[in-house]
């Protein structure tokens, strides 16, 4: 045997371990995942289409109230330790696996999955804000098309008023600032009104 096959059938025999070590050059943590790499426990993706339904029945009372993606994480968790012998972190689930079964099954269209607040919308001129959660975004939309204000009366019918909620001749734009901490600027210098702007931020 020539000295180059030796070669070839050595890097061919430990290119997966050398991947692995590489990565955890790169980050310490990835030599968790050491133990678990060259045995033949099952993936998450492998038994996600099995747990999830389960999960979701049990938080939602089999589909008939929502269903927050935490609760349906936490339903799950005991289920996945059981089968792949590990729990999926929370990010994970919620933007791959989860997503991924909802995807690719119509029966979800039926489901009212439900996820907390990332950050918040305010209209101008009225002061009315929005946290943008799925519940909070959905009252906000039932209230603008039944014409309520921000202050819970019903709209005003005079000439000279205006509907206070929603878009209707109140919202030319809005205006999306990633973080949070720029309202007292934008206070300041009046942008929403001056534009008509909602100012949503994450």
Excluded at 36 to 54: E, L, R, W
Excluded at 146 to 170: E, K, V
Aim: hydrophobic content about 35%; some cysteine; glycine content about 4%.
């Amino acid at each position: 045997m020539k000295a180059e096959d030796v070669a070839q059938i050595t890097t061919r025999t430990t290119k997966k371990w050398t991947k692995q070590r590489k990565k955890e050059e790169r980050n310490c943590r990835a030599r968790v995942n050491r133990r678990t790499m060259y045995n033949n426990k099952v993936c998450f993706t492998d038994v996600a289409s099995d747990i999830i339904p389960d999960a979701h029945a049990k938080v939602s009372a089999s589909g008939r109230l929502p269903a927050s993606v935490r609760q349906i994480y936490f339903a799950a968790r005991p289920s996945f330790l059981e089968q792949v012998g590990r729990s999926p972190d929370y990010k994970y689930f919620s933007q791959t696996l989860l997503r991924q079964y909802i995807n690719r099954h119509p029966v979800t269209d039926s489901w009212r999955i439900t996820s907390d607040d990332r950050g918040r919308i305010n209209e101008p001129h009225t002061g009315h804000s929005v946290l943008l959660g799925t519940l909070q975004v959905d009252k906000y939309l039932d209230d603008v098309t039944a014409g309520i204000a921000s202050n819970g009366d019903i709209c005003a019918t005079l000439a000279t008023d205006f509907p206070t909620i929603g878009t209707a001749n109140r919202i030319s734009a809005v205006l999306y600032i990633e973080k949070e901490g720029f309202a007292p600027l934008l206070k300041a210098t009046r942008i929403a009104e001056r534009y008509d702007l909602a100012i949503m931020s994450c």
